[in-house]
């Protein structure tokens, strides 16, 4: 005669030990809804099976609840410091806050202007930790050319994006000066659309 188990509770086939729910892993594909081995076996067997194949498994570390490790620095840190992910097991993401900006921001620097964070900070030394046009501000936003993609320098955000509005234009920005230092721009009408700059 089969033993009955009683409800909230299962057998594990592995260990033989009955356990709550809770000790085992989610199978949609079993009856009740459950793996049918618990955690700690499952995790056993994975590791057994992934060294047979030459491969080493990371050592499991407990983590109290409403907390998660951060694979990045192997840090464990409670769930506020987390964002939502509804299609990871757990519903949390994979990195914390602060090591998810980071990762997306080395990202960002990589995809846009092919250097690395470290290359950045390199380049703000460099200057002097201020944006090269008005030595006062400190640098923050790289600055490159949008036709070649050159990385020029990093700028501070109100010379960044003076450029930007002037276009990245030379001569533009010299007239700028020009203007600034109160010598008017007259441009000389020679011909039907045609203009001569001063010099």
């Not at 009683?6 to 989610?26: D, L, N, T």
């Not at 290359?119 to 640098?139: K, L, N, Y």
């Not at 790289?142 to 990245?168: E, P, S």
Request: include cysteine.
């Amino acid at each position: 005669m089969a033993e009955v188990v009683p409800e909230g509770v299962k057998r594990c086939s592995r260990c033989k030990r009955v356990q709550p729910f809770k000790a085992f892993a989610s199978n949609r594909s079993m009856r009740d809804g459950f793996q049918a081995y618990c955690r700690e076996c499952q995790a056993d067997h994975y590791k057994q099976r992934q060294e047979a194949k030459g491969r080493t498994v990371r050592a499991k570390i407990p983590v109290p609840s409403g907390h998660k490790r951060c694979p990045q620095w192997g840090e464990i840190k409670p769930h506020s410091n987390w964002e939502r992910n509804k299609t990871s097991s757990d519903g949390w993401a994979s990195y914390c806050r602060e090591c998810r900006a980071q990762r997306n921001r080395a990202s960002y620097f990589k995809r846009h202007y092919g250097i690395t964070e470290a290359e950045r900070e390199e380049m703000i030394a460099g200057q002097g930790g201020v944006c090269v046009i008005c030595q006062e501000v400190p640098a923050e936003h790289v600055d490159h050319d949008h036709r070649t993609g050159r990385v020029r320098g990093v700028l501070c955000f109100g010379c960044n994006a003076g450029i930007g509005q002037l276009k990245d234009r030379p001569d533009v920005l010299r007239r700028a000066a020009a203007y600034v230092e109160g010598n008017l721009w007259n441009p000389t009408f020679v011909a039907q659309g045609v203009y001569r700059q001063p010099s």
